[in-house]
């Protein structure tokens, strides 16, 4: 009895200690035939305590991450900037905070979030967007953050006349557009001359010269975003060379920047097939490897950087946090039509819309694994649009109406993205850390839903 109590005693150990293990998700299940945990909290127990649809977070995976890419920057002067957008959850902005992250903002709302979460965060925020109203400046303005990434000339026109009402300098930096083509979904691809993000960098240096005869403004940087879910390191070397160019140029002219923001977007394999077993026990040589990815992209953005001394921003959202998250859900139904097999769950497309807008995979596995073989299946949750699916023609194991499934890497514009459609209330939230949940956002009630309204 006492040695099974060490022996397990020292497995729960190993998983909390390895739980945020950087070449796997932290869902896993502790013995053959359990419940999928994250960390030592069974989902089981989550569903039972709070519902379903839940999103499920590990704040220790979202920490492991982060320290990745501080790790990896360490040489230089570096501030990793979430991209408050991929989840703004307060509390995951707090852990992110404590964890020494900036933020990347893209709108007032945001600000708002961040200064709500980490009062002394105003300082590590950039502010990003190509429509920001004067409004949401002057709120920027008064909260001191620390650039402004400025999409248009228009815009940093107006940035100067709220600067000068205000009577604060304005740190900038221009947001160009490099024309890099990044290989993603066009939905997510923004580094190409003809789309709405960004300046072209041949206009660029015209612009700062102009800008060097306001006082109310302050050339502070220069950045770059090309897009989201991109899987190799080559663009991002490829637009940093080109913005590091840049600001050879301009420190000829006597324009000093002080900093280049490389933007966020490095992504994360979505069909890496889910290995239930213990982290500790997995091989990250056999399969994806966070560690590995991240090393591969401070290379190539240190490679581009060269000589370049000053400070270095990055701005990832989705690496930090998606597989770090699964949305569980209950499976109400499961019925034929004609030659189809549907499961029909709890959750739907206004709790997880990736998949109908991007057509974007996630894994979907059973919290406990029931025997049987594995069926073809579409996985749809209950609103009335075709669009309304999980997975089209997936190889599922059995599942049953009161089984629990967890859709995964459900962590970055999951909960973000969601809406109220077909007067839906929004899931609730829980993030584990070292072991113990807790509930930080509760399920939202029609009452909320109604509330703003009137007769
Ligand atoms: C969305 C966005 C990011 C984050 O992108 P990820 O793919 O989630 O890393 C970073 N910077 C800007 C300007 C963005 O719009």
């Not at 205000?166 to 221009?174: C, G, I, S």
């Amino acid at each position: 009895m006492l040695y099974a109590q060490i022996s397990i005693g020292r497995f729960w150990m190993r998983v909390v200690r390895e739980s945020a293990n950087s070449s796997s998700r932290p869902f896993f299940s502790p013995a053959r035939g359990a419940a999928l945990h994250c960390g030592r909290v069974s989902l089981e127990s989550l569903a039972r305590r709070f519902s379903t649809p839940l999103y499920v977070y590990s704040g220790d995976a979202i920490m492991e991450r982060l320290r990745l890419f501080q790790r990896a920057l360490s040489g230089r002067k570096a501030l990793v900037c979430y991209a408050v957008k991929a989840n703004s959850a307060l509390a995951i902005l707090k852990l992110l905070d404590r964890g020494g992250a900036g933020f990347d903002i893209v709108s007032g709302g945001e600000l708002e979030r961040v200064l709500a979460a980490a009062p002394g965060a105003a300082g590590r925020a950039v502010f990003s967007g190509v429509g920001k109203t004067a409004a949401e400046i002057d709120l920027a303005l008064k909260a001191g953050i620390l650039e402004f990434n400025v999409e248009s000339e228009a815009e940093l026109a107006l940035l100067a006349r709220r600067a000068r009402k205000l009577k604060v300098r304005a740190r900038f930096a221009l947001r160009v557009n490099p024309d890099v083509f990044a290989d993603t979904h066009p939905y997510i691809s923004t580094g190409l001359r003809e789309h709405k993000f960004g300046i072209d960098i041949r206009r660029a240096p015209a612009i700062y010269r102009k800008a060097a005869a306001n006082g109310w403004l302050e050339a502070h940087g220069v950045s770059v975003h090309i897009g989201s879910q991109i899987r190799s390191a080559d663009p991002f070397g490829a637009a940093i060379e080109r913005v590091t160019k840049l600001v050879r140029q301009l420190r000829r002219e006597g324009i000093a920047l002080q900093v280049i923001d490389a933007g966020g977007g490095l992504g994360i394999d979505y069909h890496a097939e889910f290995d239930p077993g213990a982290p500790a026990a997995r091989s990250s040589a056999a399969g994806w490897d966070a560690a590995a990815k991240v090393q591969e992209y401070a290379a190539a953005v240190e490679k581009a950087l060269g000589d370049f001394e000053g400070r270095l921003l990055i701005e990832p959202g989705r690496f930090l946090v998606a597989q770090a998250g699964a949305l569980l859900a209950r499976v109400l139904y499961v019925k034929r039509n004609g030659k189809k097999t549907f499961v029909i769950t709890d959750a739907a497309m206004n709790d997880l819309i990736r998949p109908a807008l991007y057509q974007a995979h996630h894994e979907i596995v059973p919290v406990r694994r029931r025997a049987g073989r594995a069926r073809v299946v579409d996985v749809v949750g209950p609103v009335c649009e075709s669009g309304d699916f999980f997975a089209r023609d997936r190889k599922l194991v059995p599942v049953a109406p009161g089984d629990l499934v967890a859709l995964l890497d459900a962590g970055a514009y999951g909960m973000a993205q969601s809406s109220n459609y077909n007067t839906r209330p929004r899931a609730a939230e829980v993030l584990v850390e070292g072991g113990k949940a807790r509930l930080i956002r509760r399920r939202e009630t029609t009452a909320d839903l109604l509330a703003p309204e009137t007769i």
